[in-house]
């Protein structure tokens, strides 16, 4: 069996790691970029300050991806315990919001109290993401976070997202709980599957994919952009001409442009493929000649006098990603902001517009903007896929054609499910897409059964 895998992201590299600890050597990946890691790779700017794309922190639901980042850092990488904080009217609030509202000025903290006790609604019975939010959280918390957090994350209408991919990614409401904390001005930090974290030394997030690709060599063949797949001839082209026959192919770049690269493909997987939504990220770094005595490790942003919905204290994560190692002198800001087709930003002023903002919320003083000496911008057109309420309906008739093909489409944007599009997830994927082929396993990651 001649498996050609399109991709050399967390899944791309995850499929190749299991193929080659199976022993099975008819296997090639081809990755468009001169570099390995996709979405979680890591670049050093010309000041030599390191940027991953958008804050990355390692999580993990699995020991196999575990021992694969095991061997692929070794002991070189940090553990942090998660310190994220919300900006908002002025003040901060930890994450998650639900949980400490009673950081908030006196009268949000009542709306949001008060929209709790009056909770109506079956939030089973509700139809979109939008409707949920209400049912869940109330209108105080709706209306200060809820809403404008995601809408700024997301750049979509609220009410075309589903409600089922929501599971460990948003925590719910305990209104018990959250009382007592208020009574018991209690700090409430520990929600949530990343709570502490793993960072390579050097090299950023980066570091784990150029460390699990070292070993699989001249197999992965960077520079080859897939350009075009005839399904029925069963063979994969590239733009600098090479084309390769294959039994199976294991895709993870976005699944609809996957679908737009088949030729003699039915109109109605076509069509479906026009109801795939995703979103897109401009990562705006900027590295300041400044020490920062900040020990929150990522901020979220729900208000309008910024761009941005996150920012990174990237420094705080290894100090290696500022020059030097040299934290006393340097640190170094990652900010990250949503655009989609509903949702335009100007691309030519958003790293201005994002130290206005840096300003505004009081990120930064003016001293500090004159200390700025690094501005480093990546443009991600692919980087949230969005659940919509069509995204199931649209996967329910790509799929199973592809399949049918032997066409296996996997990963954060091959599968296009948000839920399982972490890097753990999409590792897994890739690991459990070739167990498949050979063992006949039924796919827990893609399935949901994490
Ligand atoms: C802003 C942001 C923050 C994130 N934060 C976290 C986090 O904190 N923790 C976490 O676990 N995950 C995080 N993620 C998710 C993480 O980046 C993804 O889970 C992971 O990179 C997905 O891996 P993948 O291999 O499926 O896809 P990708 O990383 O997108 O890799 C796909 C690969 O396919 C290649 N490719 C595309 N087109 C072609 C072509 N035509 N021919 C050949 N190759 C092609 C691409 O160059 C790329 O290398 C974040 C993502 C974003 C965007």
Same mark, same amino acid.
């Given at each position: 069996?001649?498996i ?11 499929a190749?790691y299991?193929?080659d ?7 090639q990946l081809?990755?468009?970029n001169?570099?390995?890691g996709?979405?979680s ?9 390191t940027w991953?794309?958008?804050g990355h ?9 575990d021992?694969?980042v095991?061997?692929?850092l070794?002991?070189?990488y ?6 994220s ?8 609030v930890?994450?998650p919001?639900?949980?400490n509202v ?13 929209g ?6 079956d939030?089973?019975q ?6 949920w939010?209400?049912?869940?959280f ?9 809403e404008?957090y995601?809408?700024k994350?997301?750049?979509?209408v609220l009410?075309t997202m ?18 007592r ?7 409430d930090?520990?929600?949530?599957p ?5 960072f390579?030394k050097?090299?950023?997030?980066g570091?784990?994919y ?17 350009v075009s797949?005839?399904?029925d001839a ?13 039994d199976?192919?294991i ?6 442009l996957l ?7 039915p ?7 026009e109801n795939?939504v995703h979103?897109s990220?401009?990562i705006?770094?900027?590295?300041i000649?400044e020490r920062?005595?900040?020990?929150k490790?990522?901020m ?8 941005f919905?996150r920012?990174?204290n990237?420094?705080n994560y !290894?100090p ?5 190692g040299d934290t $006393?002198?340097? &640190?170094?800001?990652?900010c990250?902001?949503? /655009? +989609?087709?509903y949702?335009?930003v ?14 505004? !919320?009081?990120m930064?003083?003016g001293p500090?903007i004159q $200390?700025i000496? &690094?501005?480093?911008l990546?443009?991600?057109? /692919? +980087? ?6 069509g995204?199931d ?10 399949? !049918?093909?032997d ?8 599968a296009w499910?948000y839920?399982?599009?972490n890097?753990?997830h999409s590792f897994?994927?890739?690991?459990e897409v ?7 396993g039924?796919?827990p990651t893609?399935?949901?059964r994490?």
């Open positions: 069996m001649k050609i895998v399109l991709g050399a992201g967390p899944c791309g590299l995850g190749a299991h193929l600890k199976l022993g099975h050597n008819s296997w081809f990755e468009r001169s570099n390995v996709g979405l790779a890591s670049f050093i700017d010309d000041k030599d300050f991953d794309i958008g922190v390692l999580f993990s639901h699995y020991t196999y991806f021992k694969a095991a061997e692929a070794g002991d070189a940090y553990e942090h315990q998660r310190e904080w919300i900006r908002i009217l002025q003040t901060w930890p994450y919001f639900q949980n009673r950081h908030l000025p006196t009268e949000a903290l009542q709306e949001c109290v008060e709790l006790r009056k909770l109506q609604g939030p089973s509700t139809t979109n993401f939008r409707e939010m209400d049912t869940i109330g209108s105080g918390i709706v209306k200060f976070f809820m404008p995601n809408r994350v997301w750049g979509v009410e589903s409600k089922e991919w929501i599971a460990e990614r948003v925590s719910v409401v305990d209104l018990g709980r959250i009382e904390n208020i009574t018991e001005q209690r700090d930090l520990s929600w949530g990343n709570n502490t974290f793993k390579p050097q090299g950023g997030t570091a784990i150029e460390g699990i690709a070292r070993p699989l060599g001249d197999r992965i063949h960077l520079n080859h952009e897939m797949i005839d399904p069963k063979r994969v082209s590239f733009a600098n001409g090479r084309v390769e026959p294959y199976v192919l895709n993870t770049p976005p699944l609809d679908v737009a690269a088949c030729c003699a493909l109109e109605t997987v076509r069509a479906a493929a795939l979103n990220g401009l705006v770094g900027l590295g000649e920062r005595d900040d020990s490790c990522w979220y942003f729900p208000e309008s006098n910024s761009p919905y920012v990174t990237f420094h !290894s290696f990603n500022v020059p030097g $006393r002198r340097y &640190s170094s800001l990652m990250e902001t949503t /655009y +989609s087709s949702k335009s100007d691309k030519a002023d958003i790293v201005d517009r994002t130290v206005q903002g840096l300003h505004a !919320s009081g930064i003083d500090q $200390r000496v &690094s501005r480093y990546i443009d991600i057109p /692919y +980087s949230y896929p969005v659940p919509t309420l995204r309906g649209a996967l329910s008739m790509i799929q199973p054609w592809l399949e !049918s093909r066409i296996y489409s996997r990963g954060r944007f091959g499910k839920e399982v599009g890097m753990d897994m994927q890739g690991v070739v167990e498949r082929l050979f063992a006949g039924n796919e893609l399935n949901g994490v």
